[in-house]
């Protein structure tokens, strides 16, 4: 069955940086259009990033030029790097397919803050 497992959250301050991974197990990710999403408390889940199987990627406005999704098709395995974090980033964060499985893995929580 399908595992995704994100890794790679934690607490910084604002202005730092972090990098996000995704362990994949039964889903090959580069057979699939893949994004990242997240969820910031009270909020509904939203996509930010995405990447093709050709490797083209997208991103929403409010992480575009600060974050690069990227994808090792040897370790299937997606990241997402994070630079010049602001407090609004401050979510969890999931990998998972565009459109979205009903599966979610459990995410990894990000803290923006000082």
């Known amino acids: 069955q399908v595992q995704l497992v994100e890794s790679g959250g934690g607490l910084v301050q604002p202005g730092g940086s972090l990098r996000l991974s995704c362990a994949a197990s039964?889903?090959?990710?580069?057979?699939?259009?893949m994004g990242w999403y997240r969820q910031a408390p009270g909020k509904e889940r939203e996509l930010v990033a995405r990447?093709?199987?050709?490797?083209?990627?997208w991103y929403a406005d409010s992480v575009k030029g600060r974050f690069t999704i990227s994808r090792d098709n040897a370790k299937n395995t997606a990241y997402l790097q994070m630079n010049s974090l602001k407090p609004e980033g401050t979510a969890r964060y999931y990998c998972?397919?565009?459109?979205?499985?009903?599966?979610w893995g459990p995410g990894t929580l990000v803290t923006v803050s000082s």
């Open positions: 998972n397919r565009v459109p979205a499985m009903n599966y």
């Open positions: 039964g889903i090959t990710l580069s057979g699939n259009l």
């Open positions: 990447i093709t199987t050709d490797r083209r990627t």
